[in-house]
């Protein structure tokens, strides 16, 4: 391994990633956990929606063309034609200048073509004063206006939200095709590293990246499997290493934090495989491997906590993502003001933590190590690799944590 | 109950939600569990953070004076007093124009407050080249920079995410005290309403609402507790509404669709406590209900799917945010420019979908009663009540689903 790493764009790192990243096979799951799963395949309309043409307000279903002109000086006057109960049809269409009594989610009776609201109605006897005109399909829902039977509903790739569990139950999608959950192995590498129990001592630092990651992977619709903190030892590494490949879809490991650490971490999946990037122009972040075990995709990941999560959310995501087979959008960017000058070196990425509020992003200055910032911050923006800083005014997207 | 209802502009309606609302207990939860829990308590730092000034790179500690106008042309030249190991002191101070190598993560020795990347250096015998000046802290985090011992570092209120746990761990709270996640029991009213196994005749729908609204509340770190469809029927009605009140902390029906139906659920509500609010000035929405039985408080939300939706984010969110005591963000709210006229009636608050792309909002026209565009659209504009609609080209906030 060379002492100076060979350092790839962030572009090729994520393209690399995202050619190991094999998407999980899919199940089934009941509809009541499908939610947060990413969709394996189309869902199709077993229905048409509505089924029937329906009123969505409480009220008098009449010719909308009936309705022109009238107010509240001079209403337009209905006979009325009775009421239509909840679910039940009627065989009386109706005619010019007659109205029929609705109720909120009541099918329409033939020859209508709108609902008048109540509200907006008076009675008199079996005369119903109409105050405002309606337009066709005014508070109504035209037969499958929603969806056409047999038409995709939802796409694969798309995150299962709640208004998509609704769907879903809207056309008996009972047990959801989703994809599998990719397994991630966590290995946390140093000799520094004590557990979160320990106090740590002097040159010691507590285990954070093991649920920090964790914590992420399980967010991106992943299952961590977590190794616990591996000694700087390279039989010990080569077996954890080992082992987490054969238990798991991907293995992700952190630190050590010395450049022999990372050499270790680097010529030992070479051994076990391949390293195909070493050294990313990335800020902070640097020191990113990615590699190969069998088909086994291996990201090293700085082990400093605060450039680790960095990496994990600028490149890692792209290897959760392609797992799960995420194509929807999986991050939000915000558009917003810069309130500072953010300079940045010429030749790598930078990713500097901002607050934002009100449409403005105020960079949290301060070192890319601290943990602070990047609790205190909302997200990053990025400084482009050609860039040797931003101004202040520029409009910048903030990519959300 | 009345036909017209009295209608309460939508701030009061989450007014009176969010007195309604009690924060649930406390309880610890194991850190790898504690991720999206919503912290019941302020966590301190239980030592400082770093614990000691290290080295975020491998490189030569040095007092960073002395690289001042140091250069490839001329570098500066430092004497070389050996390595210090990982987690390793020494007892030998750095002075002018000496360095020592550490690795990152290293114990920074006495006497230096900078590191020079080895990048950056050439060695020649125990003559070091420094070839670009640091700075005072340059390439260091200084003890306690990051965290105090005893200082605040994660604020109650707050919902954790995945760099919230990394830091829970860096700080050994293991044990994480969030609070109780509420029971909220959902119940489906409607005759209409038939279970998502069943195919729907005429006149009938599935039942949507039990579903999104479960996954909505679950997304909301609570418990959802379906009660399934309960017919339009006073005493199956009553005796639903009592069970769940009696094992719920909070209950949210939906439907029936009718006018009868939602004086139904009021009427109820009425005989087992109290109706607070009948009626919204919202669109879609207008018929909800705010009441509660006894201390639980119960929503009604209509019972069309789309409409339900959109109350239960803009509205009933309060309910279950104040119940998990979260006060932290929790909407995303985006600014965009508006790419198309929207119409809206004044006196009311309207909620138009719109799809998001580079910053524009494009609305979704159509009834608001479609499912299709809850899930196209990326979120709600909101058209204030005293306004008469939005003119393109305004700057709007999305408010993401």
């Known amino acids: 391994m060379s002492l100076f790493l060979h350092v790839v764009p962030v572009t090729e790192a994520i393209a690399t990633l995202r050619q190991l990243a094999e998407r999980r096979q899919s199940e089934r799951v009941p509809?009541?956990?499908?939610?947060?799963?990413?969709?394996?395949?189309?869902?199709?309309?077993?229905?048409?929606?509505?089924?029937?043409?329906?009123?969505?307000?409480?009220?008098?279903?009449?010719?909308?063309?009936?309705?022109?002109?009238?107010?509240?000086?001079?209403?337009?006057?209905?006979?009325?034609?009775?009421?239509?109960?909840?679910?039940?049809?009627?065989?009386?269409?109706?005619?010019?200048?007659?109205c029929m009594y609705v109720p909120t989610g009541g099918i329409l009776p033939e020859g209508a073509d709108a609902v008048v609201m109540v509200e907006q109605t008076e009675l008199f006897g079996d005369q119903v004063l109409v105050k405002k005109p309606v337009s066709h399909g005014e508070n109504v829902l035209f037969y499958n206006e929603d969806f056409a039977q047999g038409g995709i509903?939802?796409?694969?790739?798309?995150?299962?939200?709640?208004?998509?569990?609704?769907?879903?139950?809207?056309?008996?999608?009972?047990?959801v095709p989703v994809t599998r959950q990719p397994r991630i192995g966590i290995i946390s590498t140093g000799n520094e590293l004590v557990t979160v129990n320990e106090r740590p001592r002097t040159g010691q630092v507590r285990d954070v990246n093991t649920y920090a990651i964790a914590a992420y992977v399980q967010d991106h619709g992943c299952v961590p499997v977590t190794y616990g903190?591996?000694?700087?030892?390279?039989?010990?590494?080569?077996?954890?290493l080992a082992r987490a490949v054969s238990e798991c879809d991907a293995v992700i490991i952190s630190g050590g934090s010395s450049k022999d650490d990372r050499d270790m971490a680097a010529a030992v999946i070479a051994e076990?495989?391949?390293?195909?990037?070493?050294?990313?122009?990335?800020?902070?972040?640097?020191?990113?491997?990615?590699?190969?075990?069998?088909?086994?995709?291996?990201?090293?990941?700085?082990?400093?906590?605060?450039?680790?999560?960095?990496?994990?959310?600028?490149?890692?995501?792209?290897?959760?993502?392609?797992?799960?087979?995420?194509?929807?959008?999986?991050v939000i960017m915000v558009p917003a003001t810069l309130a500072l000058n953010v300079p940045s070196a010429k030749g790598r990425e930078d990713y500097v933590r901002v607050s934002l509020k009100d449409g403005i992003a105020t960079p949290l200055f301060?070192?890319?190590g601290l943990l602070n910032t990047l609790v205190r911050s909302d997200g990053v923006i990025r400084v482009p690799a050609e860039s040797e800083g931003l101004e202040t005014g520029t409009t910048v997207e903030v990519y959300l944590w």
Chains 1, 2 share one sequence.
């Open 31 to 98: 509809i009541h956990e499908s939610f947060h799963r990413v969709l394996a395949s189309d869902v199709r309309a077993d229905v048409d929606i509505p089924g029937f043409t329906r009123s969505v307000v409480d009220g008098y279903a009449v010719r909308a063309a009936d309705t022109t002109g009238a107010g509240d000086a001079i209403p337009a006057l209905f006979t009325s034609r009775g009421r239509i109960a909840m679910g039940a049809t009627t065989d009386h269409p109706v005619g010019a200048a007659e």
């Open 366 to 368: 301060g070192k890319s």
């Open 229 to 240: 903190i591996i000694q700087d030892d390279r039989d010990i590494f080569r077996a954890a």
């Open 272 to 330: 076990q495989g391949q390293v195909l990037v070493h050294g990313v122009a990335i800020a902070p972040g640097k020191p990113t491997i990615i590699g190969r075990c069998g088909k086994v995709p291996v990201l090293g990941l700085p082990g400093h906590p605060a450039s680790a999560f960095v990496v994990l959310c600028v490149i890692g995501r792209h290897l959760l993502d392609g797992m799960t087979g995420l194509t929807s959008a999986a």
């Open 153 to 175: 509903v939802l796409m694969a790739g798309r995150r299962l939200f709640a208004q998509d569990t609704g769907l879903l139950a809207a056309v008996g999608c009972v047990q």
